[in-house]
């Protein structure tokens, strides 16, 4: 197999330049020019008529398009809306005495670390406790949470019931 250089064109062959024609096939059909800008109800010449879309009632279920989740609130002894568990479940347990067990990788003065305190809030990547007796507030990353464990019953909804149910 061989390769070809391709060829330079030469200046009078350019477009910009006198005498430049550019190459159309013979089996090829130039545009009709249109007369004007189209009207409603009207066809561009040689256009094939489109049937009219369907008309889907609002709020209609559409196969293969997910439905939106409508906006709910955080609601007293019910779980947000969200996709993380865990926040939910420390959030129906705000102002109780947790131990949280965390591992920090690569950490050279200490892997793993205990941290006990009162839980305040949690986000879908963070818990922040108090602990009580010295007032310092930590803000923990989800990211190194191994697991908590509580002293007292848990307040906690099962994805398939509705309200709170104490464990």
Known sequence: ???????????????????YTPYTPAHAVSPAPLAGPAQPGTAFPGAVPQPPLPQIPAGSLIPGIPRPRPPVGDVPGLLPAE???????LRLNLGKM??????????????????????????????????????????????????????????????????????
């Open 98 to 167: 947790a131990t949280i067990y965390m591992t920090f990788e690569n950490n050279t003065q200490w892997n793993a670390k205990i941290f006990r305190g009162i839980i305040e809030a949690a986000g879908r990547d963070h818990i922040i406790i108090s602990d009580p007796n010295t007032g310092t507030r930590y803000l923990l990353l989800m990211v190194n949470l191994d697991y908590i464990t509580f002293d007292q019953p848990l307040n906690y909804t099962s994805p398939f019931q509705i309200g709170t149910v104490p464990r």
């Open 83 to 89: 996709e993380s568990y865990i926040e939910n479940i």
């Open 1 to 19: 197999m061989f390769f070809r250089a391709p060829t330079r064109m030469s200046a009078v062959a350019q477009p910009g330049f006198p005498g």
